[in-house]
């Protein structure tokens, strides 16, 4: 047993103490989730703070539902990670603000850490454009998320090695692109 499925499954019992450390756990990936693929996938209106924080308390509604059936947690996590952005991307454009918050979410980032972040985000997420829709959620997932392969075959259906092979063509895929552009700048 995973120590996130052990803390699942002691939030899920009621034990408060689990259930902040679970969270402190899981969200800085999902947050990462999120912003790969909304601001990669040209949802700029889209807050990923926001979705990130949807999917937490989705995550948390559901855990009464979630039984430790041998899958990482995190796969339970990403499923509804995955049905959480699609809804953004379905979402309209514009959307009323009800209130305004009394501070900003920074994702537990200092500013130096969010500047980088979203340099990063700028520069190297149009990048997953280019590769199909499969491969860029294992990328989002191997390399935003920070999950394990295992983990990210047990989020997509797929088996270890599986992702490690389509991890493997996708960034083969994504260093030929950086060669091309790199020819065309030189």
Same mark, same amino acid.
């Given at each position: 047993?995973?120590?996130?499925?052990?803390?699942?499954?002691?939030?899920?019992?009621?034990?408060?103490?689990?259930?902040?450390?679970?969270?402190?756990?899981?969200?800085?990936?999902?947050?990462?989730?999120?912003?790969?693929?909304?601001? %990669?996938? =040209?949802?700029? +209106?889209? %807050?990923?703070? +926001?979705?990130?924080?949807?999917?937490?308390?989705?995550?948390?509604?559901?855990?009464?539902?979630?039984?430790?059936? =041998?899958?990482?947690?995190?796969?339970?996590?990403?499923?509804?990670? *995955?049905?959480?952005?699609?809804?953004?991307?379905?979402?309209?454009?514009?959307r009323p603000i009800?209130?305004?918050?009394?501070?900003?979410?920074?994702?537990?980032?200092?500013?130096?850490?969010?500047?980088?972040?979203?340099?990063?985000?700028? $520069?190297?997420?149009?990048?997953?454009?280019?590769?199909? +829709?499969a491969q860029r959620?294992?990328? &989002?997932? $191997?390399?935003?998320?920070?999950?394990?392969?295992?983990?990210?075959?047990? &989020?997509?259906?797929? %088996?270890? *090695?599986?992702?490690?092979?389509?991890?493997?063509?996708?960034?083969?895929?994504? $260093?030929?692109? *950086? $060669?091309?552009?790199?020819? &065309?700048?030189?």
């Amino acid at each position: 047993m995973t120590l996130d499925n052990e803390l699942a499954t002691r939030a899920r019992r009621g034990e408060a103490r689990a259930a902040a450390e679970l969270l402190a756990r899981i969200r800085p990936g999902v947050l990462r989730y999120c912003w790969a693929h909304l601001r %990669s996938l =040209g949802r700029g +209106d889209v %807050s990923p703070d +926001d979705v990130a924080q949807d999917i937490c308390l989705a995550v948390f509604e559901a855990l009464p539902r979630y039984q430790d059936r =041998g899958l990482p947690f995190t796969a339970f996590v990403y499923r509804i990670a *995955a049905n959480k952005v699609a809804d953004a991307h379905r979402a309209p454009a514009f959307r009323p603000i009800d209130c305004v918050p009394e501070r900003a979410d920074d994702g537990g980032f200092d500013p130096a850490e969010q500047a980088v972040l979203a340099d990063l985000s700028r $520069r190297l997420l149009p990048l997953l454009n280019d590769l199909t +829709d499969a491969q860029r959620e294992i990328i &989002v997932l $191997r390399v935003a998320a920070g999950l394990s392969a295992e983990e990210t075959g047990a &989020v997509l259906g797929k %088996s270890a *090695a599986a992702v490690r092979m389509a991890q493997s063509r996708a960034l083969a895929r994504l $260093r030929e692109w *950086a $060669r091309a552009v790199d020819g &065309v700048i030189a």
